[in-house]
């Protein structure tokens, strides 16, 4: 049985919430790519993080017009499905890591987010 590429194991490189938000306030900004679910993404999200979902990232990777001379960050929840995004992408040539502990670590860092606000009755 063939496993799907998007399970989760190992390490790969990371950044840590403070370092990148200090990152994203330069010239030099790395690209975000949140992998959560699109409902994860709409709660609470880093401005300007393109949301996809770890399991559609291999087939439309290509479609996001991705910057390769600047880096990537991959963003999850914890720091697990960010994994294997960060490996698809340093296999498709780009410059990538992951955000330490995902965005947990974002919120318990009280970093600025962005949020969909649903309507209230």
């Known amino acids: 049985m063939k496993l799907p590429w998007w399970l989760p194991f190992g390490q790969v490189a990371e950044i840590d919430a403070r370092a990148l ?3 994203l306030q330069t010239a ?3 690209q975000i790519i949140d992998v959560r679910t699109t409902l994860e993404w709409r709660h609470s999200r880093i401005g300007n993080a393109l949301s996809v979902p770890v399991t559609e990232l291999k087939t439309r990777l290509p479609s996001l017009m991705l910057d390769k001379s600047r880096p990537v960050v991959a963003i999850c929840l ?3 499905r960010s994994i294997p995004a960060v490996r698809l992408l340093r296999a498709s040539g ?3 890591c992951q955000l330490h502990q995902g965005m947990q ?3 318990k860092a009280k970093l600025p987010v962005v949020s969909d606000k ?3 009755n």
Request: charged share 5%; net charge negative.
């Open 21 to 23: 938000h200090a990152q």
């Open 28 to 30: 030099a900004a790395p």
């Open 78 to 80: 914890s720091g697990h």
């Open 94 to 96: 780009y410059t990538a």
């Open 105 to 107: 670590a974002w919120w």
């Open 118 to 120: 649903e309507p209230t």
